[in-house]
C-alpha cells in the first residue's frame, strides 16, 4: 500500500470493467473532430426532456432559472468560469456521478445528456437536428467557449497578511499526512461501500477515533475523499509561506526552485485525486495513489529523509530543510 510516510511503495488496486449500451429515441451524432457549443449540439426536443427532468432533480438546488441557490449557478459568466474552456464530458460527468447531491449516481447516462442539453439551452446556446450523444466520447468532442476569470475581490495589495502560525512539520502532519492517507485508504477501501461503525474497546468505553473515517457518520465516504483531495491542493502552497520554518528551527527554503517544484507538484496531485474522486470510481482514485507516493518522496529525499550520516536521527532531523 502506497503511503506519505514510505511503508510500501505497492499499489493495490480493482480492476473495473464497466459497459454501457444506450439506444437514443432521436438521430444522434457522434462526432470525428472537436467542436464548440456554439455549432449547434444538442435537439430543442432532448433540452425539452432536460427540463423536465432538471426540474424534479436539480432545481431545488440550483434555482428554476439555473441561477444558483444552495448550489451553484449553471448560466452566465461565473458557470463559465468554472466549465468554460473544457468538454462537455466534463459537465456530464460531474451530473452523472455526484448529483443529485441527496441521491448521486441515480442518472442514466441518457438522462445526463438531456440535462446538458437543457444546460446549453438555458445559457443562450443554439440547436440543431441532431440530438447531444450521452457516450463519452462524443461528450470529449464539444467544448464550451472559454469563460472570464471572475475579478479579484480584493487587491492584492490590500489583502491582510497572514504569518504562519505553526512550523513545517506541524503542518504536514496536521493536513497533508492524514489528508493524504485518506486517499491511500481507497486502495483497499471502497468510498460507495457501507460504513462500518467503530466498535468500542471494552466495557463502558466510547468507540476508537479512527483518523480515516472520522467524518463518516456526516458525509459519504466519497465526501470525504473529495474534501481530503481539496485539502491536499488548498494546503500545499502553505510550504510556501514566508517566514515559515522547520520543526528544527531553520527557516523553509520557500525560494529554491526545486522546493517550489516539489510544492507545484503536490498541488496539482490534489487536484487530480479530487478529479478522480469525482469519477466515483474506486480504481481510478487508487491509480492516483501512485502519483501522491512519488510527490511525497520527490520532497522528502531531498529535504527530510536524511540517512546514512553521521549522528543517528538527532542529527538527520537537525539536517532537515537544507539539500
Given at each position: 500500500?502506497?503511503?506519505?510516510?514510505?511503508?510500501?511503495?505497492?499499489?493495490?488496486?480493482?480492476?473495473?470493467?464497466?459497459?454501457?449500451?444506450?439506444?437514443?429515441?432521436?438521430?444522434?451524432?457522434?462526432?470525428?473532430?472537436?467542436?464548440?457549443?456554439?455549432?449547434?449540439?444538442?435537439?430543442?426536443?432532448?433540452?425539452?426532456?432536460?427540463?423536465?427532468?432538471?426540474?424534479?432533480?436539480?432545481?431545488?438546488?440550483?434555482?428554476?432559472?439555473?441561477?444558483?441557490?444552495?448550489?451553484?449557478?449553471?448560466?452566465?459568466?461565473e458557470?463559465?468560469?468554472v466549465?468554460?474552456?473544457?468538454?462537455l464530458?466534463?459537465l456530464?460527468?460531474?451530473?452523472?456521478?455526484?448529483?443529485?447531491?441527496?441521491?448521486?449516481?441515480?442518472?442514466k447516462?441518457?438522462?445526463?445528456?438531456?440535462?446538458?442539453a437543457?444546460?446549453?439551452?438555458?445559457?443562450?446556446?443554439?440547436?440543431?437536428?441532431?440530438?447531444?450523444?450521452?457516450?463519452?466520447?462524443?461528450?470529449?468532442?464539444?467544448?464550451?467557449?472559454?469563460?472570464?476569470?471572475?475579478?479579484?475581490?480584493?487587491?492584492?495589495?490590500?489583502?491582510?497578511?497572514?504569518?504562519?502560525?505553526?512550523?513545517?512539520?506541524?503542518?504536514?502532519?496536521?493536513?497533508?499526512?492524514?489528508?493524504?492517507?485518506?486517499?491511500?485508504?481507497?486502495?483497499?477501501n471502497?468510498?460507495?461501500?457501507?460504513?462500518?461503525?467503530?466498535?468500542?474497546?471494552?466495557?463502558?468505553?466510547?468507540?476508537?477515533?479512527?483518523?480515516?473515517?472520522?467524518g463518516?457518520?456526516?458525509?459519504?465516504?466519497?465526501?470525504?475523499?473529495?474534501?481530503?483531495?481539496?485539502?491536499?491542493?488548498?494546503?500545499?502552497?502553505?510550504?510556501?509561506?514566508?517566514?515559515?520554518?522547520?520543526?528544527?528551527?531553520?527557516?523553509?527554503?520557500?525560494d529554491?526552485?526545486?522546493?517550489?517544484?516539489?510544492?507545484?507538484?503536490?498541488?496539482?496531485?490534489?487536484?487530480?485525486?479530487?478529479?478522480?474522486?469525482?469519477?466515483?470510481?474506486?480504481?481510478?482514485?487508487s491509480?492516483?495513489?501512485?502519483?501522491?507516493?512519488?510527490?511525497?518522496?520527490?520532497?522528502?529525499?531531498?529535504?527530510?529523509?536524511?540517512?546514512?550520516?553521521r549522528?543517528?536521527?538527532?542529527?538527520?532531523?537537525?539536517?532537515?530543510?537544507?539539500?
Amino acid at each position: 500500500m502506497r503511503t506519505c510516510f514510505g511503508v510500501s511503495r505497492a499499489a493495490l488496486g480493482l480492476v473495473v470493467a464497466v459497459g454501457v449500451i444506450l439506444e437514443s429515441p432521436m438521430p444522434v451524432l457522434h462526432a470525428q473532430q472537436t467542436r464548440s457549443a456554439n455549432d449547434g449540439v444538442y435537439s430543442d426536443a432532448q433540452a425539452t426532456r432536460g427540463s423536465a427532468l432538471y426540474r424534479a432533480q436539480c432545481a431545488k438546488c440550483h434555482g428554476d432559472a439555473l441561477e444558483g441557490r444552495s448550489g451553484p449557478p449553471l448560466v452566465g459568466s461565473e458557470f463559465l468560469s468554472v466549465w468554460g474552456a473544457q468538454p462537455l464530458s466534463e459537465l456530464a460527468g460531474k451530473i452523472r456521478n455526484t448529483m443529485p447531491a441527496d441521491s448521486p449516481g441515480k442518472l442514466k447516462p441518457a438522462e445526463t445528456a438531456d440535462l446538458v442539453a437543457y444546460v446549453l439551452q438555458a445559457g443562450k446556446f443554439p440547436s440543431g437536428r441532431n440530438e447531444l450523444a450521452s457516450d463519452d466520447a462524443a461528450l470529449k468532442s464539444v467544448t464550451l467557449p472559454a469563460g472570464r476569470p471572475p475579478a479579484a475581490a480584493t487587491a492584492a495589495s490590500q489583502a491582510p497578511a497572514f504569518p504562519p502560525a505553526g512550523n513545517l512539520a506541524q503542518v504536514m502532519r496536521g493536513i497533508l499526512f492524514p489528508s493524504s492517507n485518506i486517499i491511500f485508504n481507497v486502495q483497499l477501501n471502497d468510498p460507495g461501500a457501507p460504513v462500518k461503525p467503530s466498535q468500542p474497546t471494552g466495557p463502558g468505553t466510547a468507540p476508537t477515533f479512527n483518523w480515516v473515517d472520522w467524518g463518516s457518520g456526516i458525509y459519504t465516504g466519497w465526501q470525504i475523499v473529495d474534501y481530503a483531495a481539496i485539502a491536499i491542493a488548498e494546503s500545499a502552497p502553505l510550504m510556501l509561506t514566508p517566514g515559515r520554518r522547520c520543526e528544527n528551527g531553520k527557516p523553509v527554503p520557500v525560494d529554491r526552485p526545486d522546493w517550489i517544484k516539489f510544492t507545484q507538484e503536490m498541488a496539482d496531485v490534489g487536484r487530480a485525486a479530487y478529479k478522480a474522486s469525482q469519477t466515483r470510481n474506486q480504481q481510478a482514485v487508487s491509480d492516483i495513489t501512485a502519483q501522491l507516493s512519488d510527490a511525497c518522496f520527490h520532497c522528502h529525499s531531498v529535504y527530510r529523509d536524511k540517512r546514512g550520516g553521521r549522528g543517528g536521527i538527532a542529527a538527520a532531523s537537525a539536517a532537515r530543510c537544507t539539500p
